[in-house]
C-alpha cells in the first residue's frame, strides 16, 4: 500500500535560518507531488507542485524554493526564514491523470518563525 | 480562475445534532469536488468525492451531492458525534489537461461537537 512520510514533524527556528523539510511516498512511482501551506485562519495555499524529477512549478511568489531530487522524494526549502514563513507544511501526492485527482495528505510539518 | 467559497464558522453543536456545511465554487469546466477532514494535529483525510453532476459521495454517516445548477457541494450529516470534531475543507479539481494536477481548497470550518 501507498505511505507517506513527512518530517521532521515539529521545527521552531530562528528568522534567517535555513529549511528542509523532507517527503518521501513509498509503494507508488510516478505520482504528482505538492507542497501546501496552512497558515492561521488563511486554509490551504498551494505552494508547488511537480509533475516528474526536477520538474517543480510554483504557485506564489515566496521565500520557499523545492525540490524533486528523485521520483519519490519532495523537498521544500529557503535559506533565510521569515517570521511569516511559519505555518502547518502539508506535502501530498496524487496519481497522474486519475481522474478525480484524489490527493493523499503526509500528516504535516509545523514550523514556527520566531 | 477557480475558486471554493465555504462557511468559515465556528460551528457549535450537541451530539446527535444534524450537520450542514454550505460550500459553493466558481471553476470554468466540470470539476471534481471533494471534501477532506482535517482532526487536531493531523494532515488531511479524503472523506468523499462526487466527479460529476448529481452524483452523491458518501462515507461515515456524511453526504454531499454535486450540484451543478447551484454550484454547490453542501456536506451533511444527520446525527454527529464527538469525534466528528474537525476542520472540514471543500475542494475541486478541473477535469483534464494541465489543470488537472491542483486541487483548489475553501478556508475550511471548524466543527466541534460537544456532548
Known amino acids: 500500500s501507498q505511505t507517506i512520510h513527512q518530517w521532521p514533524a515539529t521545527l521552531v527556528q530562528p528568522v534567517g535560518s535555513p529549511l528542509s523539510l523532507e517527503c518521501t511516498v513509498e509503494g507508488t512511482s510516478n505520482p504528482n507531488l505538492y507542497w501546501y501551506r496552512q497558515a492561521a485562519g488563511r486554509g490551504l495555499q498551494l505552494l508547488f507542485y511537480s509533475v516528474g524529477i526536477g520538474q517543480i512549478s510554483s504557485e506564489v511568489p515566496q521565500n520557499l524554493s523545492a525540490s524533486r531530487p528523485q521520483d519519490r522524494q519532495f523537498i521544500l526549502s529557503s535559506k533565510k526564514l521569515l517570521l511569516s514563513d511559519s505555518g502547518f507544511y502539508l506535502c501530498?501526492?496524487?496519481?497522474?491523470?486519475?481522474?478525480?485527482?484524489?490527493?493523499?495528505f503526509g500528516a504535516g510539518s509545523r514550523l514556527t518563525v520566531l | 480562475g477557480d475558486s471554493v467559497t465555504q462557511m468559515e464558522g465556528p460551528v457549535t453543536l450537541s451530539e446527535e445534532a444534524f450537520l450542514t456545511i454550505n460550500c459553493t465554487y466558481t471553476?470554468?469546466?466540470?470539476?471534481?469536488l471533494f471534501w477532506y477532514v482535517q482532526y487536531p494535529g493531523e494532515g488531511l483525510q479524503l472523506l468523499l468525492k462526487?466527479?460529476?453532476?448529481?452524483d452523491k459521495g458518501s462515507n461515515k454517516g456524511f453526504e454531499a451531492t454535486y450540484r451543478k445548477e447551484t454550484t454547490s457541494f453542501h456536506l451533511e450529516k444527520g446525527s454527529v458525534q464527538v469525534s466528528d470534531s474537525a476542520v472540514y475543507f471543500c475542494?475541486?479539481?478541473?477535469?483534464?489537461?494541465?489543470?488537472?494536477?491542483?486541487?483548489?481548497f475553501g478556508k475550511g470550518t471548524l466543527l466541534t461537537v460537544n456532548p
Open positions: 471553476a470554468t469546466g466540470y470539476p471534481s
Open positions: 462526487a466527479t460529476k453532476a448529481d
Open positions: 475542494a475541486l479539481s478541473e477535469s483534464g489537461g494541465g489543470s488537472n494536477y491542483k486541487l483548489t
Open positions: 501530498a501526492w496524487s496519481v497522474p491523470a486519475s481522474g478525480a485527482n484524489v490527493l493523499t
